[in-house]
């Protein structure tokens, strides 16, 4: 027998408030225990909405109840106990003990997403304990971190001669791109025990809040070498593939330089690339410090490391959540942009039955709209069921007698997609009698990642793409990959066009949820030789949406 659900709406409502259980006897209140099992469950409710209220939403309990029928929270399972603390907490993900005023989103994001099944495993939640005590330990200003900077003046590396390791994020490339690269460094951090600092550039303290306890992520203003990220490149005589080539450093030396730089860029050469070969890996964990640039999500090629393998699988059972689960870990939104989210979500989302996101990206040169985006994008949502058809040839049609309410969300720099989908819905009926709404945030018309504002505005639709219920993506697009990541989506993706035509098929569902790398090496490192890198094990496939990218899989399907 079907489990059953009962739904929070206004009817429910008006029966609690003639009766209020906070200030009437149990007794008095319930005449039975009958009555007791049946109401149980919406107390329950009650106390966890009551005691965890958000600030900026809820006041009382009155405005609570006459805003219940938009709330996220609209259904509870009476036969399922829920664990607050273990929600709030997203699963033992989060550490407990933040001032929840400073960052709203970090304990607030559950109330706005549907329960997830994707649950982090003990190891993961060990490992990360044990990492927020490293940082507690390690993180600047401690006599760790200074003793560490002292070396690094001092312009040699020295073996054993500190008790912590570093390793330097620095601010380089998209929004979308930093995400993934950030998640990618910090996973790197967790299997080198290495201390993770950020390199804020002019906007990341503005767009998130300090993933970690009592001690800053980010790397002091006055770091030694910080003047010289701008000028880091493949060409720098301090990355790791020059000294090699230059036969600067070896296993043999007992002196290494004081720290080096890791190029790990689009641009990367075949010398930079043998940082993924655990041979390098030993000679890299002698240094203090590394200082890494990039803009890929090189997780996939960590899990073709021998070194880092049995350490992967415990931490990830599931191999397609490292970046659901990192990302949720890590990048909680700052109050600005937190509120930014919820305004929009509540005013044009929350309530409808079901949220469709549509994420628009594309890469032809010119300001668009292209009539043969709008076809395929059409095309995919219709085809693959994610929107119904209208009847262009009635006016109206017979009301359905459970008509759903969609909200279809587009993000898009430029207006005339989010125009022409309006436009379709609002002129004819749909042949279901679904009524659909159509919304779109923000169109910059280009890309300015140099600007906070418009980096504020593009976390806060990657967030609000995240918290629908069905996902479509354009191939290619890091913006796309954060947002399926951090809801747990695996997306229909909007195949690149040839040509300028639409594509045939237009879209694909992705296997995965986990981003694309799209710049892995091809070498095997035991063989030292070239190798297609996407056939090594099963659990590494190449993308859907590039054919020589590579992205992890739980289970994989051919294409």
Known sequence: MAERKYNLNQSHVNIWRPCDPWKRSGLEAMRSSKTLLLALP??????????????????????????????????????????????????????????????????????????????????????????????????????????????????????????????????????????????????????????????????????????????SWFLPMNFPIAKMFNSFDQKSAESYGNLLKNNMIKASMGSLPSYVYLHLAHDYDDHDKLFFCDD???????????????????????????????????????KETIFHHLGRYLFHPSNHVWGIITRYYKAYLAGADERVGIQVRIFDKGPGPYQYVKDQISACTIGEKLLPEVDTRRLAVNPSKNPKVKAVLMTSLVYGYYENMKNIYWEHPTVTGDIIGVHQPSHEEQQRSEKPLHNMKALAEMYLLSLTDVLVTSAWSTF?????????????????????????PPCQRAM???????????????????????????????????????KVVDRYTEL
């Open 42 to 215: 919406f107390l329950i409710m009650l106390t966890f909405l009551l005691r965890h209220k958000p600030s900026d939403r809820f006041t009382d309990a009155t405005p609570f109840f006459n805003n219940l029928t938009t709330s996220p929270l609209l259904e509870v399972d009476v036969l399922q106990h829920v664990d607050i603390a273990e929600d709030k907490l997203l699963g033992g993900l989060l550490a407990d003990g933040f001032d929840e005023q400073s960052c709203l989103s970090r304990y607030q994001s559950i109330l706005y997403r549907k329960a997830l099944p994707y649950k982090p495993s003990p190891y993961l939640v060990s490992k990360l304990r044990k990492y927020e005590d490293l940082h507690k330990r390690c993180g600047p200003n401690t006599p760790s971190y200074n003793k560490a900077v002292e070396q690094l003046k001092s312009g040699s590396n020295v073996v054993g001669t500190t008790d912590c390791k570093y390793v330097v994020w620095v601010w380089y490339s998209g929004l979308g791109n930093r995400i993934l690269t950030l998640a990618s460094v910090f996973l790197y951090a967790l299997l080198t025990e290495r201390v993770l600092l950020v390199d804020r550039g002019n906007d990341m303290a503005s767009l998130f809040c300090e993933p970690f306890p009592e001690r």
């Open 480 to 504: 796309g990959y954060v947002a399926q990541g951090l809801g747990g989506l695996k997306p229909w993706i909007l195949y690149k066009s040839e040509n300028q035509t639409t594509p045939n």
């Open 512 to 550: 995965s949820m986990e981003p694309c790398f799209h710049a892995p090496p091809f070498y095997d490192c035991k063989a030292k030789e070239g190798i297609d890198t996407g056939k090594v094990v099963p659990h590494v496939r190449h993308c859907e949406d590039i054919s020589w990218g590579l």
């Open 280 to 318: 390098d890996q030993a000679l890299l964990k002698r240094f203090t410090w590394l200082v890494v640039k990039t803009d890929n999500y090189f997780v996939p090629s960590l899990f073709l490391m021998p070194s880092f393998e049995d350490e992967l699988k415990k931490l990830f059972p599931n």
